[in-house]
């Protein structure tokens, strides 16, 4: 198989999801990798040098090519929303000078538990492939056209792209509405923008590789398990486990597997200069008294609270 490039990205916040997320693709890759950091301009606002250099060791240990892209976003002049970090908007700037004839873009809160890279043939007449997102009828109303079957917004976790197509048929839509975020009446981010980009011209991705355990389709065998939601594993307390549903419990299960993965191989040969860096970054998420997950949940149940009576 060809060599497959992989754009993510993450900012300091997500260092060590990041970190998790490309251990477990690695450890489900048997081709070339070529890994793309996508970051905004201006990304030392979000993001430090230090941890560039971490992930780029890491990557580097795992035997795929790294590469630093910064792409034509200002990180200053994003929307901001309740729990997601608005780092994500590089994705559609990325898709605006990305080089490869196919890209994947995987979030940061996905891990592979099978193998993954065949993903990149399901791109064909479109730029995007995508599995779709259920329950977004408010949205396919607005944005759709008349008599539009319902069901053609997708999910942008796991996205294959042909770059110089995206170029040619949505660059200069998806600017436009970025501009007017706040207008339209966007919640999710780049997500919603590209949806409104796009409006349905999606390839169909199968829903494998983008299983959403927190809700939507259930998938028997997935190949990727996609925390999308606010209940996010690395920020998981004890308390929260026990409320999970069962699909959540075992996804969660599988997560906490990885992480003593990566914790053996960081404590291995190749990166033991860098043991103390992610030993910190485990702990400013896991923390000693979870501070940090017991806030981030409270927001989450708030932004949930919220939902229901916005509905
Ligand atoms: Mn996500």
Redesign the pocket.
């Given at each position: 198989m060809a060599k497959v490039t992989v754009a993510m990205t993450a900012d300091s916040n997500f260092i060590y999801p990041l970190a998790i997320s490309i251990f477990s693709y690695s450890q489900q890759a048997a081709g070339e990798i070529q890994f793309e950091y996508a970051v905004p301009s201006d990304w030392r606002k979000m993001l430090r040098q230090k941890e560039v250099d971490e992930v780029e060791k890491l990557v580097k240990s795992l035997n795929w090519s790294f590469r630093l892209v910064e792409c034509p976003i200002s990180a200053a002049e994003l929307p901001r929303t309740l729990h997601i970090s608005p780092i994500t908007f590089v994705k559609p700037a990325y898709f605006d000078i990305a080089d490869a004839e196919k890209v994947l873009f995987l979030?940061?809160?996905?891990i592979a538990v099978r193998g993954w890279e065949d993903m990149i043939k399901f791109i064909d007449k479109n730029a995007i492939a995508a599995d779709s997102e259920e329950n977004m009828q408010d949205f396919e109303l607005k944005w759709g056209s008349n008599g539009q079957p319902r069901g053609w917004y997708a999910n942008a976790?796991m996205l294959v792209a042909k770059p110089d197509l995206w170029r040619e048929r949505h660059e200069n839509r998806w600017r436009s509405l970025m501009n007017d975020y706040r207008d339209h009446e966007f919640e999710l981010l780049e997500q919603d923008v590209m949806n409104a980009a796009l409006l349905g011209a999606v390839d169909p991705l199968p829903p494998e590789y983008n299983f959403r355990p927190a809700y939507g389709k259930k998938v028997e065998n997935p190949i990727v398990l996609?925390?999308?939601g606010y209940w996010k594993p690395w920020l998981a307390t004890p308390g929260l486990i026990r409320s999970l549903n069962p699909e959540l419990r075992v996804a969660f299960g599988a997560y906490a597997r990885v992480e003593k993965q990566f914790q053996a191989f960081v404590e291995g040969q190749s990166l033991s200069s860098s043991k103390i860096f992610w030993k910190e970054a485990r702990r400013s998420v896991r923390g000693p008294f979870g501070l940090k997950a017991q806030k981030y949940n409270l927001r989450g149940l708030l932004g949930n609270i919220k939902r229901i009576f916005l509905r």
């Amino acid at each position: 198989m060809a060599k497959v490039t992989v754009a993510m990205t993450a900012d300091s916040n997500f260092i060590y999801p990041l970190a998790i997320s490309i251990f477990s693709y690695s450890q489900q890759a048997a081709g070339e990798i070529q890994f793309e950091y996508a970051v905004p301009s201006d990304w030392r606002k979000m993001l430090r040098q230090k941890e560039v250099d971490e992930v780029e060791k890491l990557v580097k240990s795992l035997n795929w090519s790294f590469r630093l892209v910064e792409c034509p976003i200002s990180a200053a002049e994003l929307p901001r929303t309740l729990h997601i970090s608005p780092i994500t908007f590089v994705k559609p700037a990325y898709f605006d000078i990305a080089d490869a004839e196919k890209v994947l873009f995987l979030d940061a809160d996905t891990i592979a538990v099978r193998g993954w890279e065949d993903m990149i043939k399901f791109i064909d007449k479109n730029a995007i492939a995508a599995d779709s997102e259920e329950n977004m009828q408010d949205f396919e109303l607005k944005w759709g056209s008349n008599g539009q079957p319902r069901g053609w917004y997708a999910n942008a976790g796991m996205l294959v792209a042909k770059p110089d197509l995206w170029r040619e048929r949505h660059e200069n839509r998806w600017r436009s509405l970025m501009n007017d975020y706040r207008d339209h009446e966007f919640e999710l981010l780049e997500q919603d923008v590209m949806n409104a980009a796009l409006l349905g011209a999606v390839d169909p991705l199968p829903p494998e590789y983008n299983f959403r355990p927190a809700y939507g389709k259930k998938v028997e065998n997935p190949i990727v398990l996609h925390y999308a939601g606010y209940w996010k594993p690395w920020l998981a307390t004890p308390g929260l486990i026990r409320s999970l549903n069962p699909e959540l419990r075992v996804a969660f299960g599988a997560y906490a597997r990885v992480e003593k993965q990566f914790q053996a191989f960081v404590e291995g040969q190749s990166l033991s200069s860098s043991k103390i860096f992610w030993k910190e970054a485990r702990r400013s998420v896991r923390g000693p008294f979870g501070l940090k997950a017991q806030k981030y949940n409270l927001r989450g149940l708030l932004g949930n609270i919220k939902r229901i009576f916005l509905r």
